[in-house]
């Protein structure tokens, strides 16, 4: 285990991850509750230490399998027998078990042997999510571990459309959801599926807790970014206001420099504040290479 770190079993794109220790070097020792208006995958609160966590995403989509696999947690066994079940219906490649890819195929396409072998069975898994009457949040699941940069999207039908990824299920899922397991057991989080401000304003805060924000950035281009525009960055930035008026410990994360653009309202807002550089590994799903940014930490304590 790097660095003692753990990551998300839903791989999130984006997700803190790779940079969670220098996020935490600036958080409080002794934190109550931890607080995430946009949990995403989970990185954050998988590597945080506190009494209580209180999670919530917007996306109901990724809140439900955050229930359903913290559902699986005292029965992992059953969950894996599901997964294998689901695996073999469709003919997926399991590298975690057994390498079925036949070696030609490795040879002709030395880079996307997983997505030409898994695409049949892809397609297949994703027709049958599609059609079904009832959505099973395990295909679900599923299909984000076999798609394309392991992201969930929609089209606006209400379809998964989302392609086949040159990925499959190998042991670092494997350790993913074990370490999932056995830290929401523990953990025992609250889930959430709301709006942020809605979200944030049922709680009875003290000084005590934490807020950690990672919301949709403003000026970068992401699938997640539908839900953001300067109305929800302006709402976000006056409650983040009213809360430290009221002695309540807050940190954001957000992108300030992106392709030349600048957000300069969240600049202008941070003066106030305490900001820390990050060095950020953000990858945009319409352009997987990493660019050139300023990603910041802004904490009010």
């Known amino acids: 285990m790097k660095n003692n770190v753990v990551r998300s079993p839903l791989f999130y794109v984006g997700d803190k991850y790779k940079i969670i220790n220098e996020i935490k070097n600036h958080f409080p020792q002794n934190i109550h509750r931890f607080v995430e208006p946009f949990v995403g995958g989970g990185s954050v609160f998988m590597n945080t230490d506190a009494q209580e966590f209180l999670l919530n995403d917007i996306d109901r989509n990724i809140i439900e399998i955050h229930k359903m696999l913290c559902g699986y947690a005292s029965n992992k066994d059953f969950f894996y027998k599901k997964v294998d079940s689901i695996v073999e219906q469709y003919g997926l490649s399991c590298s975690y078990k057994k390498d079925i890819v036949p070696k030609e ?35 679900l699941y599923m299909l984000l571990i076999y798609g394309f940069n392991r992201m969930i999207r929609f089209n606006r039908s209400g379809d998964f459309n989302l392609p086949v990824g040159n990925v499959d299920l190998n042991q670092n899922t494997i350790k993913a959801l074990d370490d999932y397991f056995h830290l929401t057991t523990i953990k025992k989080p609250q889930w ?22 990672d919301p949709p950035y403003l000026i970068t281009f992401s699938e997640y970014n539908k839900y953001w525009n300067e109305e929800t960055e302006n709402r976000l930035l006056d409650l983040l ?3 430290n008026n009221n002695n309540i410990r807050f940190a954001i994360s957000n992108v300030t420099h992106y392709k030349g653009k600048e957000n300069n309202f969240f600049l202008k807002w941070s003066q106030q504040y305490n900001s820390h550089p990050i060095k950020s590994n953000y990858i945009s799903y319409h352009d997987n290479t990493n660019k050139i940014f300023k990603e910041v930490l802004v904490t009010n304590y």
């Open 241 to 243: 206001n009213n809360l």
């Open 105 to 139: 195929l490795k040879k002709d396409f030395v880079k996307t042997f997983y997505a030409r072998f898994n695409k049949t069975g892809y397609e297949k898994l994703r027709f049958d999510y599609n059609h079904s009457s009832s959505r099973s949040v395990l295909m």
């Open 192 to 213: 959430y599926n709301l709006d942020f401000e809605d979200f944030i304003i049922q709680i009875d805060l003290t000084r005590d807790d934490l807020i950690y924000l």
